[in-house]
Nanobody
Framework: QVQLVESGGGSVQPGGSLRLSCAGPISFFSIMGWYRQAPGKQRELVAR???????SYADSVKGRFTISRDNAKNTVYLQMNNLKPEDTAVYYCNGQRFSVDYWGQGTQVTVSS
């Protein structure tokens, strides 16, 4: 059974930083990504990285968030800097293989003063 396990969420003040981690068999997937879902909103793509390290970001996080992968540690990271209240959401790790999505359980990120 393929499992993705997120960690690193928490509460932070505006302008602060957090690093999320997603542990799992990342080489199994062609694309790894981070999504988020705020209360009352649809889940949205935040960032994604392919096996060839092609990276894309949502416009709302460009210049503030960085996605990376460490194949040796089977981990994908999302470094989040200059966090804003509108970044508050549950963040989910996603892996895609042959158009099938695999999801982690999610980790809460709260940005508030």
């Amino acid at each position: 059974q393929v499992q993705l396990v997120e960690s690193g969420g928490g509460s932070v003040q505006p302008g602060g930083s957090l690093r999320l981690s997603c542990a799992g068999p990342i080489s199994f997937f062609s694309i790894m990504g981070w999504y988020r879902q705020a209360p009352g909103k649809q889940r949205e793509l935040v960032a994604r990285i392919t096996g060839s390290d092609s990276i894309s970001y949502a416009d709302s996080v460009k210049g503030r968030f960085t996605i990376s992968r460490d194949n040796a540690k089977n981990t994908v990271y999302l470094q989040m800097n200059n966090l804003k209240p509108e970044d508050t959401a549950v963040y989910y790790c996603n892996g895609q293989r042959f158009s099938v999505d695999y999801w982690g359980q999610g980790t809460q990120v709260t940005v508030s003063s």
